[in-house]
């Protein structure tokens, strides 16, 4: 499989397939000794760092995502040793698009500040079944599922419990080694101030009743992204185009916190 045709079925944009398929000519990938740390987790971090160094100037990350669309390749690869379905890696690979599509709501242009995150895909630690995604993690030596919430998932009670299904029957299916004792959550969806500004029948709050809550992070801004698409926004000059920005400004100025939680199913 090429570069071009990775870009194609992940629902790439035009635009930035093109920048990319010129960048891999210029880059060669396939020489990058760096490219192998972004298979190993505790590499992960210095291979980004090495990376980096080598590319030079990346104003809007095309040559990291270069780099990271060819490491997709060889993660193409992994998935049909392992006998995992296409359909599991184009719907998870499709994250790239994702965050490729939301810099431009952020910045009003393409680009990719999302490499730090990515490794978990290529590596085969994070899926996306159904909805949402889970990673394979050790929590303070214990073994579980981590839940993350993709932008355009659909969080209803329905398609969540089929989520849980599919991952029940892939985890056991192809990672039976790994006896996990929980699934959990990490997110601003899960922040209990949330309750406060939504109606009990909303599908965030139906998503967070699924968690028993164990910790609350009133510092953590990261729901100003997901919110507002930027936490460099003044509180007074958060905009208000939807219900939810109106009432979460409005608890924010009055001096209240979001935040984020844990919790588990």
Known sequence: MSLKDLC??????????????SLEQSIAPDQLEELDLLFVSEKWEEGLLRLRARLGEDKHGFKILTVVLYAALRTKMDYEKMGIEDAVFWDTMKCITRFVNEYRES???????????????????LFRL?????????LDGTEVLDIHIPSDADISRERCEESYEMAKQFFSSYFPEFRYKKICCRSWLLAPGLKDVLPENSRIIQFQNQFQITKVHPENQEFLVWIYKSKNIPYENLPEHTTLQKNVKRYLLEGKYIGSAEGHL
């Open 107 to 125: 910045f009003g242009v393409y680009g990719f500040d999302r490499a730090f995150w990515v490794p978990r895909q290529l590596s085969c630690l």
């Open 8 to 21: 194609k079925n992940i629902g790439l944009p035009e635009a930035v397939t093109q920048t990319v398929i």
């Open 130 to 138: 159904g909805s949402l995604e889970f990673e394979l993690l050790v």
